[in-house]
Nanobody, 127 residues
Framework: QVQLVESGGGLVQAGGSLRLSCAAS????????MGWFRQTPGKERDIVAA????????YYADSVKGRFTVSRDNAKNTVYLQMNTLKPEDTAVYYC????????????????????WGQGTQVTVLQ
């Protein structure tokens, strides 16, 4: 099991940027596929972005394509979500998630596919 801790959330004006970090400890992080999800009250947790274990393959939800970038630094056991041109509709609690990846290029986009979750970090985008 991998322990995940998110940071970097906060309050930002529309059009601004934030970078979320997810620090991992425990098992070998470099064998883990990672994902970023977000959730607002009363709604399901939705995929935002995902990245394979080596960082060579990524996935983005349509709503964030061209604005968000997911990356990872396996030497630092950390995955990042760079969020630019933020909109009020990006307001949510953001979670990072991880699981062992059995295929090199595989990314996972369903929350049920992940085994480990962080505690979440709030992102609020003001109009």
């Amino acid at each position: 099991q991998v322990q995940l801790v998110e940071s970097g959330g906060g309050l930002v004006q529309a059009g601004g940027s934030l970078r979320l970090s997810c620090a991992a400890s425990g098992r070998t992080f470099s064998s883990y596929a990672m994902g970023w999800f977000r959730q607002t009250p009363g709604k399901e947790r939705d995929i935002v972005a995902a990245i394979n274990w080596s960082g060579t393959n990524t996935y983005y939800a349509d709503s964030v394509k061209g604005r968000f970038t997911v990356s990872r630094d396996n030497a630092k056991n950390t995955v990042y979500l760079q969020m630019n041109t933020l909109k009020p509709e990006d307001t949510a609690v953001y979670y990072c998630a991880g699981r062992t990846a059995y295929l090199h290029g595989r990314v996972y986009v369903e929350d049920t596919e992940y085994d480990d979750w962080g505690q979440g970090t709030q992102v609020t985008v003001l109009q």
